[in-house]
């Protein structure tokens, strides 16, 4: 008889993880055979952010998670979810419990297969594709976009002003509003993913509007060898308030030489913060992967257990990373 037991894996065996996925992913995950990235993604003091189903004592599935915050009952996106070859159902099984046995209010993931968005669909999540909005710098020549039809939207004059925080306490002297995060991010989050990073540099700013803190705004500059591109990758504040930040973007991108800002999102407007939304018909090309450059417009899919009020972007989940595969 078939004895299925569920737990969360402890720290001590993290080489289960480890072995499980090097043999059944197809290849070695980067996130779990690089210690630097197990330790900073998934290492939550003695045990791990993974689960995993045993089917008479043997492994059948894995899945590894994110917090969004640090409560014990913290949202999370789903990092990676593997079953054993002829395991399927016990994947899902596993993945239909994650929500219960984390205790998140909101569960999502960020980048799945679009082939996959079935299966979401079958465990009643929601699967969906993120909207990819760009702002052209105004140049004579571009290198790393392909610019057939220069769609830039007359800028409004700002009524905001942005500040950059170099540090978590700057955004806890300035910045205490995480009530419409969803999923629900926290001051922990914020300083971990965007002050302590181990690859990266953001820049973080605030959103004012009458000397109030409104929001926060994330920005990384992308260098390539030909260029700079400055990316928006997260926003925490109200969907409607991301407008505040139209008419900074322009001046962004001359301070930072970028040849195009974009922004990887769903559930605010990016058209009213001034951008251009992507769309099947646009001729233009705006480039996700820069080292090596692919000129090729990317898209992204993603799943959320509760879609209303719902924000994505770029930087959320084990996104916005390098490539170490």
């Known amino acids: 008889m078939s004895s299925e037991i569920i737990k969360r894996l402890k720290l001590s065996e993290k080489d289960k993880i480890v072995e499980f996925l090097n043999s059944n992913w197809g290849s070695n995950h980067p996130l779990v055979n690089n210690e630097q990235l197990f330790n900073y993604y998934y290492v939550d003091g003695d045990w791990t952010n993974f689960y995993c189903i045993e089917d008479n004592g043997e492994i059948g599935s894995i899945c590894g998670y994110i917090k969004c915050s640090k409560e014990d009952n913290s949202d999370i996106w789903i990092s990676i979810w593997c079953a054993k070859k002829g395991k399927n159902g016990l994947g899902l099984s596993l993945m239909s419990k994650m929500k219960e046995l984390t205790g998140a209010n909101n569960i999502s993931c960020n980048n799945i297969r679009q082939n996959t968005m079935i299966f979401y669909t079958f465990l009643g999540y929601h699967p969906d594709q993120l909207n990819h909005y760009y702002r052209l710098r105004d140049l004579d020549e571009y290198k790393i976009a392909v610019v057939n039809n220069k769609n ?129 018909e646009d001729s233009n090309v705006i480039p996700n992967y820069l080292n090596s450059l692919l000129q090729k417009n990317i898209d992204y899919y993603f799943f959320t257990s509760d879609v209303d009020n719902f924000m994505m972007f770029k930087a959320d989940g084990d996104q916005d990373r390098i490539n170490l595969g």
Request: hydrophobic share 30%.
């Open 152 to 280: 830039i939207i007359p800028n409004i004059q700002p009524n905001s002003t942005l500040k950059e925080f170099f540090n978590i306490e700057e955004v806890k002297s300035n910045f205490n509003n995480f009530t419409y995060s969803k999923p629900q991010k926290d001051y922990w989050y914020v300083d971990k993913r965007y002050f302590n990073y181990p690859h990266y540099k953001y820049k973080v700013f605030g959103l004012y509007e009458k000397d109030i803190c409104k929001s926060l705004i994330v920005f990384r500059v992308n260098q390539s060898d030909e260029g700079y591109v400055l990316r928006v990758v997260d926003y925490i504040g109200k969907p409607e308030d991301i407008a505040l930040v139209n008419g900074h973007i322009d001046t962004l991108m001359d301070k930072y030489n970028c040849e195009y800002c974009d922004m990887y999102c769903y559930g605010v407007d990016g058209e009213k913060a001034g951008f251009s939304l992507r769309t099947s």
